[in-house]
């Protein structure tokens, strides 16, 4: 068909068989629709989570869904942005006019959270399935013009990439939902892309006592590098080494950034009476929690989520962007990789295996 293009992606034929690099043929953008040239693209653990089963998507998928790049076409009827803009991809792009965009929480925008959906095809024809609606680590994606945030053109395309997914939903879980003020001690499990986000944004705004936490004794650097003040290793004995590290209460809030029901019950013992949980991992279905009624009742303690951060990524984009040109937000620590598109399988891998933090593919 006239317009469309063949460019190199990383495709997941179907679930649990590992992604492979390959062509696809992408459609010209529609009415309201950007062509979007992708220079830098993070791997994110919900990558994983469409391979491994935690999601349920429509395969042969595109993954990648936090990226950076240039728009190099628009469609008809796009005034939103014009070509050779510098832009960060957003996949949860608000209606702005259902219940909850209109009620001023576009993260829970009615029109948003499927983990695919149909774009282009394979080179050999067949319907193609995007990640997250964007599809991301991909020479070139084509989206509606809602999912692309416009930012300064001096901002490294690396660090813009991740603005879009790790940055916003761990700076989010902190600053939005948390809203984590001076002084008070932060918990901090996981401490991948997300976690280490939480942890900029804990030291930030000032925490006293920033308790970072893996299962994997490699986070120590990466993690005292964002701004922690203390790293333990997951084992046993965390709750105990949590409350003496603060003053035996336990902490002001705990951030879950793995997504699994054992380190969410961690995560709850961690905190102090009427301290606050924060959900920033997305675990399975099948991955029941348990709490105890009485303690529910006497710790006082609330458990909450945060769904993208609690962002509105046009809103918050910007001024992410605007904190890292400025050298106030350092994501440097978040990325251990830099590769190239055909390396991102072994950046799959790496999730698996809880190495590194962000791998980011350059292209
Ligand atoms: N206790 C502590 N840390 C753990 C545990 C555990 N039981 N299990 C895994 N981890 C650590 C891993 O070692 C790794 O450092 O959690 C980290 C997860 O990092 P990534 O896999 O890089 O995940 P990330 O991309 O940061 O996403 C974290 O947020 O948005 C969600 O879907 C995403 O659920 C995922 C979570
Ligand atoms: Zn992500």
């Known amino acids: 068909m006239s317009g469309d293009r063949l460019v190199s992606a990383l495709l997941a034929r179907r679930q649990d068989q590992p992604p492979a690099v390959e062509r696809i043929r992408l459609p010209a953008p529609g009415p309201g629709e950007v062509r979007v040239r992708i220079r830098a693209a993070g791997v994110c653990h919900s ?25 190099t076409d628009v469609g008809p009827g796009t005034d939103r942005v014009s070509g050779g803009e510098h832009v960060v991809l957003n996949w949860s ?49 084509v989206v509606p013009r809602h999912a692309v945030i416009p930012v300064p053109a001096e901002l490294p395309f690396e660090e813009a990439a991740l603005l879009g997914c790790a940055v916003l939903t761990g700076v989010g879980a902190v600053r939005n939902t ?17 976690g280490l986000s ?48 603060t003053d035996g209460r336990g902490a002001d809030h705990a ?17 102090r009476r009427g301290g606050g949980v924060i959900v920033v991992g997305m675990g399975a279905r099948d991955d029941l929690i348990s709490l105890s009624a009485l303690d529910v009742f006497h710790s006082g303690r609330v458990l909450r989520s945060s769904v993208y951060g609690a962002a509105d990524p046009d809103r918050d984009v910007p001024l992410l962007a605007r904190d890292v040109l400025a050298g106030t ?3 440097s620590p978040l990325i251990t990789h830099r590769i190239s598109l055909a390396e991102a399988p072994s950046a799959v891998d790496r999730l698996v295996r809880g190495e590194g933090a962000r791998s980011v593919v350059s292209f």
């Not at 990558?47 to 728009?71: K, Q, R, Y």
């Not at 948390?178 to 997300?194: D, K, N, Q």
């Not at 951030?255 to 905190?271: D, L, N, P, Q, Y």
Request: with cysteine; glycine share 14%.
């Open 178 to 194: 948390a809203r984590v003020t001076a002084g008070e001690s932060v918990v901090i499990i996981g401490l991948g892309g997300v």
């Open 47 to 71: 990558d994983l989570a469409m391979i491994d089963g935690t999601l349920a998507p429509s395969f042969p998928l595109v993954l990648g869904h936090e990226a950076a790049g240039v728009v």
């Open 198 to 245: 939480a942890v900029l944004a804990a030291r930030d705004a000032g925490a006293g006592r920033i308790v970072a936490v893996d299962v994997a004794e490699s986070k120590r650097g990466p993690a005292m590098a964002a701004g922690a003040t203390d790293f333990l290793v997951s084992d046993g004995g965390l709750v105990r080494a949590v409350r003496s590290l």
């Open 93 to 141: 792009p608000a209606c702005r006019t259902c219940w909850h965009c209109a009620a001023g929480r576009p993260w829970f925008c009615d029109t948003s959270g499927r983990p695919s959906s149909a774009r282009g095809t394979t080179a050999d024809g067949e319907a193609l399935h995007v990640t997250l609606g964007l599809g991301a680590l991909a020479e070139e994606i």
């Open 255 to 271: 951030f879950e950034c793995v997504g699994r029901g054992k380190t969410i019950e961690t995560a709850w013992r961690s905190v």
């Open 329 to 331: 937000l350092d994501v």
